[in-house]
């Protein structure tokens, strides 16, 4: 790159500071993933959690590497078409995919006419790759301890190199198809929380209740540090959920004004909410696991509207949290599928902050793209509405309930996505690592394939 022209501006002061900004985000998003391990290892029995954690991190990487692939150009795609470039798809995948220039080039050498704050676009792009690592790890929770690892590999290539680009490129960003309408998200509840929870259900479902389970985390020390872990890279993630423009502010991804104080006490304060919500639910039911839990609650129930709601409605909308996270969990017994997290913490409060972020921030200007002063995709030219906030919930989990429906059964059929019984008794830590068997009298591996 010696002979490559020399663009100063790409690494310019104002330039960098927001590439750092977004690494510090995606470094946040990491910490969570982290910390959904540590949940993970906490709740499965001690003969699972060589493999538990191991099998997190590979289903992880391959989300994220998926995503990368095609994922971050299919998401560019909106300003592609926003900004009028011809063939926008096509270019935008050209551009951004994992072999791409744009992708491939240091900043200073990138005309800023046609890629403007490369640096800060490379980083976020990673913290696109990241997200993706968080849906491999979400599908991977959805059957630890009887799931076999090759089609929860497959699933978490589909997961983050398909579906998230797909809905991320319909629900998230100032000019995705359905915020230049009137959706409104911050941190992507439709394209993670809703998805991952309608996944989470049919794979459980599909795979049926483990034959061992523990009513009480068996290692509370990492069920706990996993909780404290998730509250410091919440924040992280939440703050990087938008755009820094160090002359005009802070704008949220769709495109909202809004402030980075606003939102990391909106953050706290959804902990905080969420907690007290958790804590009564608790002591009525003599468990602490909804206050311990109560601030993941109040987060995904706020995760929409951190950037458009005040305190006192984040306060009240997080209160509601956990007794939602209740409801959901109940419901998800009764109808048997052994799935006792994902669906309880994500979909259900997922679904009804989609939904309150439609009541908090009706008529706020939203969508549109900087520097658009007229067209279909004007700046802020569109309002939040709590129709597009339902139409929001029901696209997604249209396409979720129908890739769900269709993928995980074919695989079942084609690959079988449970243990067999004797490994699933004797521990997957013993069948997969050499581990020590929970008893001798089952450590004799299946002859049946498992991956």
């Not at 997190?56 to 391959?62: C, D, E, H, N, Q």
């Not at 993630?237 to 939102?263: A, D, H, K, T």
């Not at 919930?393 to 309930?401: D, E, G, Q």
Request: hydrophobic share 50%.
């Amino acid at each position: 790159m010696g002979d490559a022209p020399l663009y100063l501006s790409q690494v310019s002061t104002p330039n960098s500071v927001t590439a750092f900004f977004y690494i510090f985000a995606c470094i946040g998003v990491l910490l969570d993933l982290f910390a959904l391990t540590l949940l993970d290892a906490g709740t499965v029995q001690r003969h699972n959690v060589v493999d538990t954690v191991t099998q997190k991190l590979i289903s992880a990487m391959i989300g994220g590497i998926s995503f990368l692939v095609i994922g971050y150009g299919v998401w560019n795609w909106q300003f592609y078409q926003a900004l009028g470039i011809p063939h926008p798809l096509s270019q935008a995948i050209a551009d951004w995919w994992i072999g791409g220039p744009n992708l491939n080039t240091f900043a200073q050498h990138l005309d800023p006419k046609d890629v403007p704050g490369a640096d800060g676009q490379q980083v976020f792009a990673v913290f696109f790759c990241v997200f993706g690592a968080v849906t491999g790890g979400f599908v991977h929770s959805a059957g630890v301890e009887r799931l076999k690892p090759l089609p929860c590999y497959i699933l978490s290539a589909v997961a983050g190199g398909i579906m998230a680009p797909v809905l991320t490129y319909l629900t998230y960003g100032s000019a995705s198809i359905l915020t230049n309408a009137g959706l409104h998200d911050c941190v992507g509840v439709f394209a993670l929380y809703i998805f991952v929870g309608i996944w989470a259900l049919i794979l459980a479902h599909r795979l049926g209740p483990r034959l061992r389970r523990s009513a009480a985390p068996p290692n509370f020390l990492a069920f706990i540090s996993g909780v404290f872990l998730l509250l410091v890279g919440i924040p992280m993630l939440v703050v990087g959920s938008g755009y820094l423009r160090l002359e005009e502010g802070y704008f949220g991804i769709s495109m909202v004004s809004s402030g980075l104080g606003v939102i990391f006490t909106n953050v706290f304060v959804a902990f905080a909410s969420g907690t007290i919500g958790g804590a009564i639910i608790s002591y009525r039911l003599k468990t602490p696991v909804y206050a311990l839990l109560g601030p993941i609650s109040g987060y995904v129930a706020c995760s929409p509207l951190f950037d458009i709601a005040v305190i006192w409605q984040v306060f009240l909308i997080a209160m509601v949290a956990p007794f939602v996270t209740l409801a959901v969990g109940k419901w998800v017994s009764r109808m048997g599928i052994d799935e006792p997290k994902i669906a309880a913490l994500a979909l259900g409060p997922g679904i009804y902050g989609a939904i309150a972020a439609g009541v908090v921030g009706a008529g706020v200007p939203t969508g549109g793209f900087f520097d658009l002063k007229t067209g279909p995709y004007a700046f802020q030219h569109a309002h939040i509405t709590l129709e597009m906030q339902v139409i929001g919930v029901i696209v997604v989990a249209a396409i979720s309930l129908t890739s769900g429906f269709i993928l995980i059964p074919l695989l079942d059929k084609v690959l079988g996505l449970r243990v067999d019984r004797a490994t699933e008794l004797a521990g997957l830590d013993s069948r997969y690592w050499s581990a020590e068997p929970a008893s001798s009298d089952l450590a004799t591996p299946s002859a049946r394939a498992d991956i």
